[in-house]
């Protein structure tokens, strides 16, 4: 089962930043959060992904809660491609199963 | 990181018969995954296929229903048996990409008349 909880929607101006919110409160130590979106019911795609550490890459910045039990993902300057379902993750520590949640559905406004 | 091709992208079937759907990564896995996004819905697993051993079913799926294969490290496939219209749904097969997570097929769209 998921072990992760998202607010179903939110919208972001155009050119602002969006912050996602995700809660993982029994997230264990070792267990990673990873972040995806799909559009338009393609296959899911890698945003990002962290332990504890704030992480940044090209397309997002990830903070981590310093307790661990919620994280916020970032788009700094969003878009209208940017309009898609964004997934909170984190992976089963047995079999490294993958179980998404409803996930945020993020709606770039003009 | 792994790429992987995902076939038949759509398919229009009839109730009763089978389709399979056959995934091909790019280099050698070790786990493999197939998900089931019914329309508007989230994706929810179906089962964990490892090379050498039989897949491992997530409640409320059967291997009557789904069985699966794993020839081999880069390749496996889902076959979806007696189809109904409640079946109607994407399925998508995923696999472990080193840093970057899963990566996932394309999907395949399903409609069952």
């Known amino acids: 089962d998921a072990k992760t909880t998202q607010p179903p929607s939110m919208d972001c101006a155009e050119g602002r930043a969006a912050n996602l919110p995700c809660n993982h409160s029994t997230i264990s130590g070792n267990e990673y959060v990873y972040w995806y979106r799909q559009i338009h019911s393609q296959g899911p795609q890698y945003i990002i992904h962290g332990l504890k550490n704030n992480e940044t890459n090209e397309m997002a910045s990830l903070i981590i809660t310093e307790d661990r039990k919620s994280s916020t993902l970032i788009l700094p300057h969003a878009t209208l491609r940017d309009t898609a379902v964004y997934y909170c993750?984190?992976?089963?520590?047995?079999?490294?199963?993958?179980?998404f949640g409803t996930g945020t559905s993020l709606t770039v406004i003009p | 990181s792994a790429v992987i091709s995902q076939k038949p992208s759509r398919d229009i079937c009839q109730r009763g018969t089978s389709l399979t759907i056959q995934c091909q990564v790019d280099?050698?896995?070790?786990?493999m995954f197939w998900y089931r996004q019914q329309p508007g819905q989230s994706l929810t697993l179906i089962a964990t296929a490892n090379q050498g051993s039989e897949a491992t079913y997530e409640s409320g799926f059967v291997i009557d229903k789904f069985p699966i294969s794993r020839p081999n490290l880069t390749f496996s496939t889902l076959t979806v048996s007696n189809m109904s219209p409640e079946d109607s749904s994407i399925y998508l097969c995923?696999?472990?990409?080193?840093?970057?997570?899963?990566?996932f097929g394309s999907g395949t769209r399903l409609t069952v008349v």
């Open positions: 995923s696999a472990w990409a080193g840093d970057y997570g899963y990566t």
């Open positions: 993750i984190v992976p089963t520590n047995t079999g490294n199963q993958f179980y």
């Open positions: 280099s050698q896995v070790t786990m």
